[in-house]
């Protein structure tokens, strides 16, 4: 495989992986091809890298920068703004559970600590106790497992994944 076709499927699949944690196909293709370059690149570069709006770059690079996968690099003498991926995959993958656990666990948490103030005494009642407080003992050890990981070093991630293994 050639390198131009193996960098093209490099971009699309990050970009199919990106939607599956919850980002948009283009800002996770911004991603890969930020990625892929060896030095910082304009919205320009970008936007002729993939075809796409100078709109839609400046939006997808400013949310890359919200998830702390993206930085502005400045050169001297440029006013052009260029940015740079973060390319450690242990700092990649806690932006990723960090942002994920924002906004998909903690809401979930706080719905679960006011639904177990619902009381009552009939079957249904406490089978939907039973169920709520079933799935809070679960999403809270899913949060401080988060934490712990969102929190760790490498080596002590990468020591506990083998250990798994």
């Not at 990106?18 to 919205?43: D, E, F, K, Y």
């Amino acid at each position: 495989m050639e390198y131009q076709e193996g960098r093209d499927k490099f971009i699309q699949a990050w970009g199919t992986l990106g939607t599956q944690w919850g980002i948009n196909r283009t800002m996770a293709q911004i991603h890969a091809i930020l990625l892929l370059s060896p030095v910082a690149m304009s919205a320009e570069d970008v936007m002729e890298g993939l075809k796409i709006s100078r709109g839609n770059a400046n939006m997808n690079l400013r949310a890359l920068m919200d998830w702390e996968l993206v930085y502005k690099e400045l050169k001297p003498g440029e006013r052009k703004e260029f940015f740079v991926a973060e390319k450690n995959m242990m700092e990649i993958a806690k932006a990723i559970a960090t942002q994920r656990k924002k906004k998909e666990l903690d809401p979930l948490v706080k719905v679960l600590e006011e639904l177990s103030d619902v009381k009552g005494s009939s079957d249904e009642e406490k089978e939907f106790a039973k169920v709520v407080n079933d799935f809070q003992v679960f999403s809270k050890k899913a949060d401080s497992t988060l934490d712990t990981l969102i929190k760790s070093d490498a080596n002590w991630l990468l020591g506990s994944f083998f250990k798994l293994m």
